[in-house]
Nanobody, 128 residues
């Protein structure tokens, strides 16, 4: 069955970096788009970054542009989120999610309801 497992979260000081990994199994990653989402306490889940399957095009939510980098390695069935210059407001549980790529994916690329499968999440805490 489809599985996604996040890792790499932890406690980091402001200005620091973390690299999140999303290991996938049960499907062929080449044909699936991947999104990274986060949810802070008391807030709704929001899209952070996503990557298409067809051309590897990447997208970022405005607050993380220039700081986060999403990448995928289909041969390793993995997707990564490099997070630099972390801020306290980046503190949240981070999730990776996937859906089979389609031409309509772009329209809902940051919509959690557009994704079919989710990992269990990994906690990222940015604090001094």
């Amino acid at each position: 069955q489809v599985q996604l497992v996040e890792s790499g979260g932890g406690l980091v000081q402001p200005g620091g970096s973390l690299r999140l990994s999303c290991a996938t199994s049960g499907f062929t990653l080449d044909y699936y788009a991947i999104g990274w989402f986060r949810q802070a306490p008391g807030k709704e889940r929001e899209g952070v970054s996503c990557i298409s399957s067809s051309d590897g095009r990447t997208y970022y939510e405005e607050s993380v542009k220039g700081r986060f980098i999403i990448s995928r390695d289909n041969a390793k069935n993995s997707v990564y989120l490099q997070m630099n210059s972390l801020k306290p407001e980046d503190t949240a549980v981070y999730y990776c999610a996937t859906t089979q790529y389609s031409a309509h994916w772009y329209l809902g690329r940051f919509d959690p309801y557009a994704y079919d499968y989710w990992g269990q999440g990994t906690q990222v805490t940015v604090s001094s």
